[in-house]
């Protein structure tokens, strides 16, 4: 058990808390490739106007109100009439991704992930083929005691008549996503620890409960319990995984955040276009708050 010293994004609060459990985000978060989010952007578009016969145009602002109201491009999709084949959507939008070209080797993630003596769970919205993959080739699949990924959380929704005739999707950032995750990991919200790329996942995160960290180079105002930019310096951030109580006293690292000025990468994953910065933060701000449950 490791307790750990929580400040607030700007450092006033100080808290304490044990960690027990780490849930972690796969996409954006465990990895960072610049060229993925436009890739699986332009993916999802074409499936929408290829297979789902959505008219072009339609097409961009479709993709940022699905996102922004049900978490996923794919939920909101299903959530209004679209039938959809979810392993045929996956392996278009995953599936032709060039894996071996944009993932190798992070010795470096492995060795931090391997020196917390902590059950870590990947947590992630995406496929468990999608995450199988990534996992492997970043070298790090076995150091997980389980990936909770699309497919299980629908599984487990589908086996508490949550999901019938598959809807809806349960996904990151609704609550019942968090609560089947939690219950997966045999964890409770106040002693884990949850790592992700999106503000508003943070921000939900953080309203289940859940010490929430927003990890990437851009984002958005949320209620984030911590940022940092890369989760290659958690060990900076959050020196209290590694140490003892009597010496986790110190507060954690704080980066300072780039605006943002197109979309994050993990709305740019969902196929939300590249608009005009007002446009997209008024759409964020509104997914934060919803997100959060205000
Ligand atoms: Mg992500």
């Not at 468990?128 to 990936?147: P, S």
């Not at 990991?185 to 921000?203: L, Y």
């Not at 590694?242 to 780039?258: E, F, G, I, L």
């Not at 939300?272 to 997100?291: F, H, Q, T």
Request: net charge negative; aromatic share 6%; hydrophobic share 40%.
């Amino acid at each position: 058990m490791t307790e750990l010293v929580v400040a607030d994004i700007n450092g006033n609060e100080e808290d304490s808390r044990q960690i027990e459990t780490l849930l972690i985000d796969l996409d954006d978060t465990l990895y960072q490739v610049h060229e993925a989010p436009e890739l699986v952007r332009d993916k999802i578009q074409a499936y929408m106007k290829e297979k789902l016969k959505i008219p072009e145009e339609d097409i961009q602002k479709v993709c940022l109100e699905y996102y922004t109201n049900y978490g996923t491009t794919m939920a909101g999709l299903v959530a209004n009439g679209y039938q959809i084949d979810f392993d045929d959507w996956h392996a278009a939008v995953h599936g032709t991704l060039p894996y071996e070209r944009m993932l190798h080797e992070d010795k470096a993630m492995r060795e931090l992930l391997q020196s917390i003596d902590l059950p870590k769970y990947v947590f992630t919205n995406a496929d468990t083929k999608h995450a199988e993959i990534c996992l492997r080739l970043l070298g790090i699949a076995d150091l997980f005691q389980g990936v909770i990924c699309f497919e299980s959380l629908m599984e487990e929704g589908r086996r508490r008549g949550i999901v019938k005739e598959n809807k809806p999707i349960v996904c990151k950032p609704n609550k019942v996503a968090f609560q089947l995750a939690l219950e997966a990991a045999h964890a409770k919200a106040a002693t884990t620890a949850f790592f992700d790329d999106s503000a508003r996942n943070v921000a939900a995160g953080h309203a289940a409960g859940l010490f929430s960290v927003l990890v990437g180079k851009t984002g958005t105002e949320c209620k984030a319990d911590l940022e940092m930019l890369t989760l290659h310096d958690l060990r900076k951030a959050m020196p209290g995984l590694w140490k003892t109580p009597a010496d986790s006293k110190h507060p954690p690292v704080v980066y300072a955040r780039m605006p943002l000025s197109g979309p994050t990468a993990a709305a740019m994953a969902q196929g939300v276009p590249d608009m005009s910065a007002d446009v997209l933060e008024e759409y964020r701000r509104r997914a934060i708050k919803v997100a959060a449950g205000e």
